[in-house]
Every structure is written in structure tokens, then in C-alpha cells.
């Protein structure tokens, strides 16, 4: 199994997202990036922290690529945005790209200029990549969450 970590604004929605997906064995979600230890929900919030909402995957890179990761990624959320998405703003919303090792830091700016050269965006892309830091796990109540309230 491998990890994958991105930042794409408030992790509920992309957690429900990687989890539809063949090849992904765990999600969690969680924050990222940092200064304060085993950080809240409330301290992340406050943008106090430099945490980013993240969601972290586990995957089995014979079923599905980072590549193909990388593809839904730029699907669900906008990586034009800085330190927002949709009606969430701040430090801990915005748009990154934590890799755990070089093919995955060289696969997300390869993957980063492809769309560039494609043009895919009419505004500049702002995705940060950056080394996978510490992940602390988001509290209970957070994991699955938008999968818990769609069954409602």
C-alpha cells in the first residue's frame, strides 16, 4: 500500500470522493502542514496552526496510479484558488499537494504542468507541493462525514 495526502479545501467532500474509488483501501481525514502538535478542529479553523484540511489515502498502486489520483484531485475541487474553496476560505482551505516520496513529488508537478500546457485553467493554478509533514487525525466526528449525513 501507499499514501497520497492533498489539501483541496474542507476534507469531507473529498474523503467521500477517493472513497468511491477502486484501489483505495482507507481514507481519513485529518490536518497537515502545521506548527502546533496534535492540533484541533477549532485551532486548524482559527488559521492559527498553518494546518491544512487534508485528506489522507491509503492505495494500492496496482489497482490505481497517482497519476490517476492526481486526475480526480483536479476534478473536485479548483486549484486556482488561494486559501479557498467554494465558500471556505483561509490558510487551512487551500491547495496542496503533500508528497511522500520523489515519484510523487516529480508525477504532481509533472501532472501541474500538463494542465498549464493545456490550458486546462483560465486562471493560474496555485497548488502548493510540498513533503508530507506529520498527519494528525481529525477528530472522530469528521471521519465519513458527508458519506454519514447523505445517508440521512
Keep these: ?23 483505495i483501501s482507507m ?13 484541533s478542529y477549532e485551532e486548524v479553523c482559527s488559521g492559527s496552526t ?13 489497482k490505481i496510479s497517482y497519476e490517476s489520483l492526481l486526475d480526480v484531485l483536479w ?3 479548483d486549484p486556482t484558488q488561494l486559501n479557498r474553496q467554494g465558500p471556505d476560505y483561509g490558510t487551512q482551505y487551500r491547495s496542496v499537494i503533500f508528497f511522500h516520496d520523489s ?8 501532472s501541474i504542468k500538463g494542465l498549464v500546457d493545456a490550458k486546462k485553467f483560465k486562471n ?3 497548488t ?4 508530507a509533514a506529520k498527519f494528525w487525525m481529525g477528530e472522530d466526528y469528521h471521519q465519513k462525514y458527508f458519506a454519514r449525513m447523505n445517508r440521512s
Design 1 to 23: 500500500m501507499a499514501k497520497a495526502t492533498f489539501g483541496a479545501g474542507c476534507f469531507w467532500h473529498p474523503q467521500h470522493v477517493f472513497d468511491q474509488l477502486k484501489g
Design 27 to 39: 481514507t481519513f481525514v485529518g490536518y497537515m502542514g502545521g506548527t502546533k502538535s496534535d492540533p
Design 50 to 62: 498553518g494546518h491544512v484540511e487534508v485528506v489522507q489515502l491509503e492505495y494500492d498502486p496496482d
Design 75 to 77: 476534478k473536485i475541487h
Design 103 to 110: 515519484e510523487q513529488e516529480q508525477i504532481a508537478r509533472s
Design 124 to 126: 493560474d493554478i496555485v
Design 128 to 131: 502548493a507541493i510540498e513533503p
